[in-house]
């Protein structure tokens, strides 16, 4: 079985997440999204769904985390080069998200990270000897 990773993630603001990710170049699966979620298609087996709050709140009987003060998980995506790295920091940071660490070169790893206007933490790197 090839297993894909699907992301769920609560968002106050479903057109704004939408504009967010498509502004990083990733795509929007239109056959599962609607007024009350987006699923972006980050690559061939990994997707996000940022669904509204309410509706993220039907899929479990725990509460929301409070972004804002804490920090539930930090996604790692990997990336084809430091060049890549840097630039989707860069369209994060003008489609309105925020520089969470900054860039550090660790030599067999080159890592940047950004929270998505929602607070959610992506942590992007890339090492060379992977490709």
């Known amino acids: ?7 769920h993630f609560a968002t106050k603001n ?3 997440a939408r ?11 239109e056959a599962f999204s609607g007024e009350a979620c987006v699923a972006i298609i980050i690559s061939d087996t990994i997707s996000a ?8 709140a039907s899929f479990s009987p ?6 804002a003060t804490s ?10 080069s430091r060049a890549e790295v840097d630039d989707l920091i860069r369209r994060a940071v003008a489609a309105g998200g ?3 660490e900054e860039a550090e070169d660790h030599g067999f790893m080159y890592q940047h990270s950004f929270l998505d206007p929602d607070g959610h933490g992506w942590n992007l790197i890339h090492m060379p000897e992977q490709g």
């Open 1 to 7: 079985m090839n297993r894909k990773i699907i992301l």
């Open 14 to 16: 479903v057109p704004g």
């Open 19 to 29: 504009a967010f990710w498509t502004a990083l170049g990733f795509t929007v699966n």
């Open 49 to 56: 769904m940022f669904s509204a709050e309410a509706a993220f």
């Open 62 to 67: 725990r509460g929301l985390c409070d972004t």
């Open 71 to 80: 920090l539930e998980v930090l996604t790692c995506l990997t990336c084809e």
């Open 98 to 100: 925020s520089v969470f």
